[in-house]
């Protein structure tokens, strides 16, 4: 009975150490937080402001022809699937979320028979790929928590030079993203983003020319296109980014704050076996004492 009281005792102090360290990271994950929650919404503003910007570049010159706007012309035989997760695990299943909707979204892209390469952000994400033995044709990692918009740039780049090359030339002809979107604390939502070819949707007879003002283009559009797309796609990744960093910490406090009600709920009930195993222990040793000295009594009879 003294061993398994030792047994319960080590296991409340191991639930106990465990807690230290949930909690722990549970109060780094919100002090994080919120510094991550103000970066993206800082980055979004001038996100849609630029896409705002090519979008009327776009629909507002129809002779305009630029590779990186759908003009229908060119056939889709590769896509790229640029996967963004993290670099730290203890979230939950935040990096499992973004595998599974990378999945069905290379997928559904064979389906239509399609080639997929892919370009993943995160050692998790990059780990579980190369796991699996999928090909990958870059890969970015150790700065996930803190995206910059120089990281953002490094991977446009990239990506622009492959949309420009082409499928029939090593490269892609239509790329896409996957990352995890900040809705609240308890809500991060794994999304798919579509980021070339440009799909321009023309508005309404009634109102292309109420909402949005006109515009000169100079020297021309398909300079003007040249100079914002570099641009759009940076400012497009970098707000991903820094919304799946944000998600990232939201997901970690909100598993961290469980792992530490699951150790608070396994120091309750060992407490209780204990206590349970202790009182047994003892009425064991009063029923030998009282039978000890009843034999005893009868002895001396």
């Given at each position: 009975?003294?061993?398994?009281?030792r047994?319960?005792?080590?296991k409340?102090?191991?639930?106990?150490?465990?807690?230290?360290?949930?909690?722990?990271?549970?109060?780094?994950?919100?002090?994080?937080?919120?510094?991550?929650?103000?970066?993206?919404?800082?980055a979004r503003?001038?996100?849609?402001?630029?896409?705002?910007a090519?979008?009327?570049?776009?629909?507002?010159?129809?002779?305009?022809?630029?590779?990186?706007?759908?003009?229908?012309?060119?056939?889709?035989?590769?896509?790229a699937?640029v996967?963004?997760?993290?670099?730290?695990?203890?979230?939950?299943?935040?990096?499992?979320?973004i595998?599974?909707?990378?999945?069905?979204?290379?997928?559904?892209?064979?389906?239509?028979?399609k080639?997929?390469?892919?370009?993943?952000v995160?050692?998790?994400?990059?780990?579980?790929?190369?796991?699996?033995?999928?090909?990958?044709?870059?890969?970015?990692t150790?700065?996930?928590?803190?995206?910059?918009?120089?990281?953002a740039?490094?991977i446009?780049?990239?990506?622009?030079?492959?949309?420009?090359?082409?499928?029939?030339?090593?490269?892609?002809?239509?790329?896409?993203v996957?990352y995890t979107k900040?809705?609240?604390?308890?809500?991060?939502?794994?999304?798919?983003?579509?980021?070339?070819?440009?799909?321009?949707?023309?508005?309404?007879?009634?109102e292309q020319?109420?909402d949005?003002?006109?515009?000169?283009?100079?020297?021309?559009?398909?300079?003007?296109?040249?100079?914002?797309?570099?641009?759009?796609?940076?400012?497009?990744l970098?707000?991903?980014?820094l919304?799946?960093?944000?998600?990232?910490h939201?997901?970690?406090?909100?598993?961290?704050?469980?792992?530490?009600?699951?150790?608070?709920?396994?120091?309750?009930?060992?407490?209780?076996?204990?206590?349970?195993?202790?009182?047994?222990?003892?009425?064991?040793?009063i029923?030998?004492?009282?039978?000890?000295?009843?034999?005893?009594?009868?002895?001396?009879?």
């Amino acid at each position: 009975m003294g061993a398994q009281l030792r047994v319960y005792r080590q296991k409340i102090h191991s639930a106990e150490s465990t807690k230290k360290i949930t909690r722990a990271m549970e109060l780094i994950s919100a002090s994080r937080i919120q510094k991550a929650r103000e970066a993206a919404e800082a980055a979004r503003p001038y996100a849609e402001a630029i896409t705002r910007a090519v979008g009327a570049v776009a629909s507002r010159t129809a002779t305009i022809h630029h590779p990186l706007v759908e003009s229908g012309a060119r056939e889709v035989k590769r896509a790229a699937i640029v996967v963004i997760s993290s670099d730290r695990g203890l979230a939950g299943a935040f990096a499992a979320n973004i595998a599974k909707t990378s999945d069905r979204l290379a997928s559904l892209l064979r389906s239509q028979g399609k080639e997929v390469d892919f370009y993943l952000v995160g050692r998790k994400i990059v780990g579980l790929y190369t796991f699996r033995h999928l090909p990958v044709v870059r890969s970015w990692t150790g700065w996930t928590d803190h995206p910059t918009a120089a990281h953002a740039h490094e991977i446009a780049q990239v990506l622009q030079e492959a949309f420009l090359r082409g499928g029939d030339h090593g490269g892609v002809d239509e790329i896409h993203v996957v990352y995890t979107k900040f809705v609240s604390m308890i809500l991060q939502q794994p999304t798919v983003l579509r980021l070339f070819p440009l799909q321009v949707v023309d508005a309404h007879p009634d109102e292309q020319h109420h909402d949005l003002p006109l515009y000169e283009f100079e020297p021309d559009p398909a300079t003007v296109l040249d100079a914002l797309l570099p641009r759009y796609i940076g400012s497009e990744l970098y707000s991903a980014l820094l919304d799946s960093a944000a998600a990232k910490h939201a997901a970690t406090q909100t598993a961290m704050h469980s792992a530490s009600e699951n150790a608070d709920k396994q120091v309750y009930n060992y407490t209780r076996l204990m206590n349970s195993a202790r009182q047994t222990e003892i009425t064991q040793q009063i029923t030998e004492i009282v039978g000890g000295a009843d034999a005893l009594t009868v002895t001396k009879h």
